[in-house]
């Protein structure tokens, strides 16, 4: 592996980090606390602009056509200002190489560069059910032909960016009488098909400016030709494209725990020129030294399954093994940096008090840590 970046994967990454100090950044605190969906939404246009909703897409889609590493790169920069920002640019990227992996050249024509301009405000990726969380071949929404379209119906939970995504990417069960996991296929569905309703807005600890929202299915229709890849296949497309999300998620913890630390570290220097006692001192640095290691160790695991995707090689064991370490480095990370700051870091007053409430759904969403554990671990004794 090369460990030096190209101009491009650099170009990226510093537009990313200009674009945290003079946009995110000033507005992060404020998203958190209003929820003000027309400012995320104006934030995330501008995003598109820069060609951040795209990065893994083809320019003939609208895509930036930089690849996993600069994809990396630039959710970890955003990840150190807004987390919800962040995970919706995560999602949306995710949803445009879905459907440019498997869509067909009309889908793919129609849909991708929607995404990538910033015309639809997000992309939504609909797989988690009740009692299908961990376990998505456990869903029960289903998907019926009946002429020229399917007819869906059931409930998905918990899904990002559901009240104002452009499209959505919906999986149901095709095939009852399949072996489990072997009878799901994967649609396209745009808000306004007939049948589809966004319900109540789950209220969570983080991420607060990102919704989160149930999505039904009350006989949705859903045009024939919407259906993505080939019938049947939506589990193996399911698996394949949370490799690369997770790769986004795990960039994003990276962010925030290293946003978490600088700030412990540029609080201790003060404290330092203020001649803290000693003691106190020493502790901090342990965890200064510690947990900067640990996001260090991070960084080489992201980039590196960053790198094999880039290959178009097998990389699903490395963005697991990525996505395990740099979302419980992070979270260790957003820990030790409130303890080294005390009370002031329990306080809004105080960016570590949101670093830590919007961390810990990281290593939960797009497969918990024992999911990620799992999944190595099966690739190791296969
Ligand atoms: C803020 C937020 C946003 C989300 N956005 C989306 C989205 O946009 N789209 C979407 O589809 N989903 C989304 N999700 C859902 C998310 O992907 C699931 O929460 C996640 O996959 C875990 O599923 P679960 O919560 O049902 O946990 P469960 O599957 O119920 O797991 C509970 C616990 O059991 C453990 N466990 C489960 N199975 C095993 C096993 N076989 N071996 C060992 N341990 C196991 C888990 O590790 C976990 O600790 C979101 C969730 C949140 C909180």
Aim: net charge neutral; with cysteine; aromatic share 8%.
């Amino acid at each position: 592996m090369d460990f030096e970046l190209t101009q491009e994967q650099k170009t990226i990454r510093d537009t990313a980090a200009q674009f945290v100090k003079h946009e995110l950044e000033p507005i992060a605190a404020e998203l958190d606390q209003t929820k003000n969906r027309e400012k995320l939404k104006g934030i995330l246009k501008k995003l598109a602009d820069l060609g951040f909703m795209g990065l893994n897409v083809d320019r003939k889609y609208g895509g930036t056509a930089a690849g996993t590493v600069a994809f990396s790169l630039a959710m970890t920069e955003l990840g150190r200002a807004c987390a919800s920002t962040t995970v919706t640019t995560s999602v949306t990227n995710m949803v445009a190489e879905v459907i440019q992996v498997v869509g067909s050249e009309p889908l793919r024509e129609k849909y991708i560069p929607s995404l990538c301009n910033g015309e639809f405000a997000a992309g939504g990726f609909a797989l988690t059910e009740a009692g299908a969380g961990s376990d998505p071949a456990a869903m029960r929404m289903s998907a019926v032909l009946d002429g020229d379209h399917w007819v869906l119906n059931g409930q998905k939970l918990f899904i990002s960016s559901a009240e104002f995504a452009g499209v959505f990417v919906v999986w149901a069960v095709s095939d009852k009488e399949a072996r489990k996991g072997k009878g799901i296929s994967c649609f396209l569905v745009e808000p306004s098909f007939p049948g589809l309703r966004i319900g109540k807005e789950e209220k969570k600890l983080g991420q607060l400016a990102s919704p989160t929202n149930e999505l039904i299915c009350d006989n949705c229709l859903v045009p024939k030709e919407n259906l993505l890849g080939v019938p049947n296949d939506g589990f193996r497309i399911a698996a394949a494209e949370l490799a690369g999300g997770r790769i986004g998620i795990g960039s994003m913890s990276l962010g925030i725990g290293l946003a978490a630390m600088d700030f412990a570290r540029d609080y201790v220097k003060e404290q330092a020129r203020l001649d803290l006692p000693a003691f106190r001192r020493r502790g901090a640095d342990r965890m200064l030294a510690d947990n900067t290691t640990r996001l260090a160790g991070a960084r080489f695991l992201l980039l590196r399954a960053a790198f094999l995707k880039d290959q178009k090689t097998f990389y699903a064991k490395e963005a697991s093994m990525a996505k395990v370490y740099a979302t419980e480095a992070a979270n260790q990370a957003c820990h030790d940096a409130m303890e080294i700051l005390g009370d002031y870091g329990y306080t809004q007053d105080c960016p570590v008090e949101r670093f830590y409430r919007d961390v810990r759904v990281t290593s939960i969403y797009e497969g918990t840590s024992e999911i990620q554990r799992l999944i190595i671990a099966r690739e190791l004794l296969r």
